[in-house]
């Protein structure tokens, strides 16, 4: 018996959807975690953080399964280093290039100039990291 092809399956898009909603909840204990520092919340602090290490177990085992289809975003194929790389190169440049500037102009069309300069930061720091990535790539 052949086995399924993940990649255009249900569990392909549930596992996904996971990798997405771990990495996203891991982050936001982190953050939670700052801000109980700064209120001086030890306790708490240390608690999410410890929350959050778990959560990235969740993450890298969601990714565990990903890679035997192909990496979530740049729909390349994992593999080794080289073409991890390319990978997470094509991810950072799509997202300096289309998805920050974009979000940005909606932002300045619904008339929320904070929230537009926040996405034009991150569309630098992702230009900023293809570079660094770039860089790696030709040594």
């Known amino acids: 018996m052949k ?11 549930n596992v996904r959807m996971a990798f997405a909603d771990e990495a996203e909840l891991v982050f936001r204990y982190l953050y939670c975690a700052t801000l109980a520092e700064f209120e001086g919340q ?11 290490e778990g959560g990235a177990c969740g993450v890298h085992g969601c990714l565990d399964f990903l ?5 979530p975003d740049s729909e390349i194929a994992f593999g080794g280093t080289l073409k991890n ?3 997470l190169l ?14 940005a102009k909606a932002a300045r069309e619904e008339g929320l100039p904070d929230i537009a300069s926040w996405f034009d930061t991150l569309e630098k720091a992702k230009r900023a990291h293809a570079r660094r990535l770039k ?4 040594e």
């Open 90 to 103: 094509q991810t950072e440049t799509r997202q300096h290039a289309q998805t920050y500037p974009e979000m």
């Open 67 to 71: 890679k035997l289809a192909q990496d």
């Open 85 to 87: 790389l390319e990978s």
């Open 3 to 13: 086995a399924p092809k993940l990649e255009n399956s249900r569990t392909f898009k």
């Open 135 to 138: 860089g790696l790539g030709h």
């Open 42 to 52: 030890e306790k708490h602090a240390a608690l999410f953080r410890e929350l959050a």
